[in-house]
Structures are given as structure tokens and as C-alpha cells.
């Protein structure tokens, strides 16, 4: 008797029930692409960002974040970094810079290894007219043609001196400066705002155009990687300062100012005229007269060359102490030393107070407590005469003077500003890539234009130092527990899920 259930076919079974799997797999693959490409789009155009962190370094300020969102032009942001240099700040620098292209896709953002990628880098350098042998971090940010150079060096504020358990004095840093710094530079290059920096001529001071070993070209490119104009003035032909300037630079006069000219200088200075003035060891021996009117504005500049005994090598002498300052801050902290040629001594002398400009001035650097000041000069040496001349102490070799209205003058104007330098040529084109030179100059430019002020609140962040003291044995210990306690772990796990698989 024939069965009234059909008999199942297995090959029609199997193909059913491939053809469904096949179908299942195929819309489940779909889903998840559908799935993704949603999720996709919708952080594409309606991103949400999450803060892990309470760094106030790497956040913009809403003043900032207004600003950089109404920008449109194109911004090129260049980090010249080396992966194996570890005490920089690096980190919060590409946190920042990160938040900036957050806020307008316009800003563009790359990092280079200079070390790795040289020609890279020099290609960078070539466009934009870069010095081509400095090496260093740093920041480049460029907008239409224009530039604007950020040394990594000038991004940390340091506290007082601090001496660690070895009685070393080291600087702890304290703030982070990257926003003031970024967003200054940003806007000076958009808002074309170029000072215009006259580079005084006439009496035998170095060439800002030259290419020789005494000539200021390497300095002149140093301001413009800061967005500085520097133009050449002879005062002699002229007669008279240019009205639109924002400072002066003296480097290295050797004949004599007029009266005329240094009258003209010192309503300049009363006005709220800022200046850097730098003295040639050529000079030795023949007044300027810009002596006698720097001692009416309390420094005094002797007639002599420093030496060092123990910082002194083949005619140059490395600075034995810098003092805490906003030029100096930043070197203190990357412990960056100067290197002078034969320099003057320039310090502070008490005078009679102004009558309506308080007179702050301060010593920037100074030799060793060997320092030896020379001020005889026979058959083309130089040579100390103990009964004038300083021996065995600190001898200051430049110093700032800041002078600003007194309270009943009623004036309201900005602070004068000085920058003076018992040597020209450590800033000239042999001298200015040794050491700090570089970026002692463009700070101390920065300062005299008071540039990168606190704008709206925008100031140095306060960093958070984290320490953690592990004791000598308590570190070895830690060291054998990661290296072989943790593997070790590990596999007596792997071998008792083995053990109880197994049996």
C-alpha cells in the first residue's frame, strides 16, 4: 500500500535551505551597509563631539572659536616636528591645532618630521623663504602669500626657579601659550597687519641686505618669518624718523650720532617709541654718543670687551646667566643658551628719575661670577687694567628699560620700550644660527611690539603637573611584574582553560 506522504528529497532540502542562507546572508550584509553609511552620513553632517579630557590647553576659548568659524580664507598650518624629541609639547600643540580645523575645514593641517623628511621640509622652507640651515621645532602658518613663524620654544611659560632634590635650579612649566600665540598669528596674517620695523642707517651700521659674515640678511629673514617688515632708513640723508614706525633697530653704529639725530631719537622714545640698539666690538674706543643719551634713560654702556674664563672659546663667550624676563623666559626653559663675539658691558645706572615717565630697567644676561671686563687695547689685543676695570663678578651684557607714564602725568600713551645689546654681531649672519641666537632675536622683537598680548582673555592656559615618585627598589620591582609576572599570568591562564578543556 503506497504512502500518502511524499518521500522528502534531501538535494531539493539542501538547496532550499542553501538558497535561504545565501538570502539571509545577503540582506544582513545589505543591513549592515545601509547601517553604516547612515551612521557615516549623519557624523558627516551632524557631528557631536565628546570631551574626555579637562586640559584647558587644548580647548579654544568661545572668542577664538567665534573668530575662527567667520574666517575664509585658506589657512596652510606646517608643525615641524622630530618624533624623538620627547620634552616638547607636541601633544597639546596638534590637540590645539586640531580643534582650530574642528572649528573651519579652511585650515589646513600637516606635520613634518625634518629630520626624516629634509627635502620636505626644505621644499617648505624654499616657498616660503625660510632660512634654510634653521633646524628646530616650530609652527608655520601661512594665509595668501604670507607667513608667520611659531618657535616651539615660545609656547611655555615657566614659573620662578626651582631647585629639585639634587639643589639644581629647573624651571616648572607652568602655563601654555598656544592659543594666545596661534590666534595672534592667524589674525596678523588676515588682517594684514604687518609692522613696519626701520632698520637706522648712516653711521656705519651692519647691512640688512648683505650676505657677508657681518651683514644683518639672516635677521632680516628672521622678522619676516614673524611677520615683520624690515626696511632699511638713513637717518643721516633723511633728517628725520619715519612716522608709521612701529620700531627702530640700531645694530652696530660706529660714527658719531649728531645732536639733531639723537634729540629726534629721544622724542621718538618719549612718544612711546620702542627700539633694539646693539653695539659693534669695531666700535671699541670711539663714542657714538648714543652712550651718553642711554645713560640719561638709566643703562650704562662701558667702554670695554667682556671676557669669561670659563665660557669663553675662540673669540666668542657663552652667556653665564640669563635673568627671568619675557625675552629670556623661553630659552631659560628650553635651556638654550646665547653665544656673544667679544661683547660690551650694559647694565643698569642710577640716573635722575624722568619727570613724567616712570624708568624700569632690568638685566637680561650676564656673564659667570669669572667675568672680566677689558678696557686697554695694545697691538691688536685687548687687556684688563685692575684699577678700572671689573673682575671676578656678574658683569651684565644687555638689558630692557620699559618707561611708562607716571600717575600724575595725566599722559595716556603706550610704555617706551628698549632692547639694548652689548653685541651686534651675535644677530649677524656668522653669529645669529648659534645656539638661542635666532630666537632671542625674534623674541625680543616680539616684546618690543608688545605683540601677542592678551586679546579679549585669550591668555597662557595654567598646565596640571602630574608626579608620581616611585622609589628606586618599588621601580624594579614594577619593572620584573610587567615584564614577567603579567606574560606569565597570561599563560597559566591560557593553560588552565587548556587543563579543564582537555580532562
Known amino acids: 500500500m503506497a504512502s500518502r506522504h511524499p518521500i522528502p528529497n534531501p538535494s531539493r532540502q539542501r538547496l532550499l535551505a542553501g538558497g535561504v542562507f545565501w538570502l539571509d546572508l545577503a540582506l544582513a550584509t545589505l543591513a549592515v551597509c545601509v547601517i553604516a553609511a547612515s551612521l557615516n552620513y549623519l557624523s558627516v553632517r551632524h557631528p557631536w563631539r565628546m570631551r574626555w579630557h579637562q586640559d584647558e590647553a587644548v580647548m579654544l576659548s568661545p572668542m577664538t572659536q567665534h573668530w575662527v568659524q567667520s574666517l575664509t580664507n585658506d589657512v596652510r598650518v606646517v608643525v ?88 639644581q635650579l629647573r624651571l616648572k612649566a607652568i602655563g601654555f601659550k598656544g592659543e594666545m600665540l596661534f590666534t595672534s598669528a592667524i589674525m596678523n596674517l588676515v588682517e594684514r597687519q604687518t609692522p613696519d620695523v626701520y632698520f637706522l642707517q648712516g653711521h656705519g651700521e651692519h647691512d ?49 650720532w649728531t645732536p639733531d639725530e639723537l634729540l629726534l631719537l629721544d622724542t621718538y622714545l618719549k612718544q612711546g617709541g620702542r627700539a633694539l640698539i646693539a653695539f659693534n666690538v669695531q666700535g671699541f674706543g670711539r663714542l657714538t654718543g648714543l652712550e651718553n643719551w642711554l645713560r640719561t634713560w638709566g643703562i650704562q654702556v662701558g667702554q670695554n670687551v667682556v671676557d669669561d674664563v670659563h665660557q669663553y672659546s675662540n673669540g666668542e663667550i657663552l652667556i653665564g646667566k640669563m635673568v627671568q624676563h619675557p625675552i629670556t623666559n623661553p630659552l631659560l626653559g628650553a635651556h638654550t643658551p646665547l653665544v656673544l663675539s667679544m661683547p660690551r658691558s650694559v647694565g643698569p645706572v642710577h640716573v635722575q628719575p624722568l619727570e613724567w615717565l616712570d624708568v624700569d630697567v632690568q638685566t637680561l644676561a650676564t656673564t659667570t661670577t669669572n667675568g672680566i671686563a677689558k678696557s686697554g687695547y695694545a697691538n691688536g689685543t685687548f687687556y684688563h687694567i685692575p684699577r678700572t676695570d671689573f673682575s671676578g663678578v656678574q658683569i651684565p651684557l644687555m638689558v630692557t628699560m620699559q618707561a611708562t607714564p607716571s600717575a600724575t602725568s595725566g599722559l595716556e600713551q603706550a610704555p617706551s620700550r628698549l632692547v639694548v645689546l652689548g653685541d651686534s654681531l651675535f644677530l649677524s649672519n656668522v653669529h645669529i644660527r648659534k645656539q638661542g641666537n635666532r630666537d632671542f632675536a625674534g623674541l625680543a622683537m616680539n616684546w618690543l611690539l608688545d605683540r601677542d598680548t592678551l586679546m579679549g582673555g585669550i591668555g597662557s592656559k595654567p598646565l596640571t603637573e602630574f608626579r608620581m615618585d616611585i622609589p628606586a627598589d618599588s621601580l624594579v620591582r614594577l619593572q620584573w611584574f610587567m615584564l614577567g609576572g603579567l606574560p606569565l599570568g597570561v599563560f597559566g591562564m591560557g593553560f588552565l582553560v587548556w587543563l579543564r578543556r582537555r580532562y
Open 80 to 167: 615641524f616636528h622630530d618624533p624623538d624629541e620627547k620634552d616638547t609639547p607636541h601633544a597639546r600643540i596638534m590637540g590645539l591645532l586640531q580643534e582650530y580645523r574642528h572649528h573651519n575645514s579652511n585650515i589646513r593641517l600637516e606635520v613634518v618630521d625634518y629630520l626624516r623628511q629634509r627635502s620636505k621640509a626644505q621644499a617648505i622652507k624654499k616657498q616660503f623663504s625660510l632660512e634654510q640651515e634653521q633646524e628646530g621645532e616650530g609652527v608655520l602658518f601661512a594665509v595668501d602669500g604670507r607667513h608667520r613663524m611659531v618657535s616651539v620654544k615660545e609656547l611655555t611659560e615657566y614659573s620662578e626657579p626651582i631647585a629639585d632634590k639634587d639643589g
Open 208 to 256: 640688512p641686505d648683505s650676505q657677508q659674515l657681518d651683514g644683518y640678511a639672516s635677521f632680516k629673514l628672521a622678522m619676516l618669518e614673524r611677520n615683520i617688515d624690515l626696511k632699511p632708513w638713513n637717518l643721516r640723508e633723511t633728517g628725520i624718523l619715519p612716522e608709521d614706525a612701529a620700531a627702530l633697530v640700531i645694530a652696530g653704529s660706529l660714527r658719531e
